[in-house]
């Protein structure tokens, strides 16, 4: 079945340095891919998203690609600060509309 | 602008009791779906809808139950509370794939559910 997997966690950074977290997925046809972030204590947010092959999504410093190729969509950022520090979450939407989502990576930044 | 509307915020129940957390979307959109998250851990699709009257099983079904008989609102029921079933709970909503359309998924801001 359709499935999402993600770098496993937890990263810890300097403040400055350049993230990527790694992640990628197993599905039928072309689903749509998202990043969301999660900062302690509060629910979800769409933090970038791609439809089709070689789309890249960006938000707030955020990039990643769409890669169907390689079936990827990691995520980088070239600068990270401490108000980065949170969960982020690789997910799909699959042909069939089941959201599915990867087990998460905490991300860490030190001052 | 409401979005995706939980309720309760907090609840705690003692084993054997029942519950019905409550979930409802104001953005038309057809897919619905309730994660939990268990504490340091990512989101485990329980149930999801992809319309009214049409339900189906994630990865973690066992001692829940759903209905939509509605396009806005996909309750959720706990018949008999287990110490297992102490979670956070997500009810989320999304647009059908088309072309062109928005096919994000937004977010309740959970349900904090304690089984004792």
């Known amino acids: 079945g359709d499935s999402v997997t993600q770098m496993e966690g937890p990263v810890t950074l300097s403040e400055e340095a350049f993230l990527t977290i790694n992640c990628t997925y197993t599905?039928?046809?072309?689903?749509?891919l998202f990043w969301y972030v999660q900062y302690p204590g509060e629910g979800l947010q769409l933090l970038l998203k791609?439809?089709?092959?070689?789309d890249k999504g960006s938000n707030k410093g955020f990039e990643a690609t769409y890669r169907k190729e390689t079936t990827s969509f990691h995520l980088e950022k070239g600068s990270v600060q401490v108000s980065d520090s949170a969960v982020y979450f690789c997910a799909l939407i699959s042909i069939t509309g089941k959201l599915i989502f990867g087990q998460g990576t905490t991300l860490q930044v030190k001052p | 602008n409401a979005g995706v509307t939980q309720t309760p915020k907090f609840r705690i129940l003692k084993i054997g009791q029942s519950m019905t957390l409550q979930c409802t979307q104001d953005m038309n959109h057809n897919y619905m779906y309730w994660y939990r998250q268990d504490p340091g851990m990512g989101l485990k699709l329980i149930y999801y809808s992809v319309g009214a009257g049409i339900t189906d099983k994630g990865e973690v079904p066992n001692g829940y139950n759903v209905s939509r008989s509605t396009t806005e609102d996909f309750p959720l029921r706990l018949e008999l509370a287990a110490p297992s079933q102490t979670s956070v709970y997500f009810c989320?909503?999304?647009?059908?794939?088309?072309?062109?359309?928005?096919?994000?998924?937004?977010f309740g801001q959970g349900t904090r559910l304690t089984v004792v």
């Open positions: 599905a039928t046809g072309y689903p749509s």
């Open positions: 989320a909503s999304s647009s059908p794939r088309r072309p062109g359309m928005n096919t994000e998924a937004f």
């Open positions: 791609a439809t089709k092959a070689d």
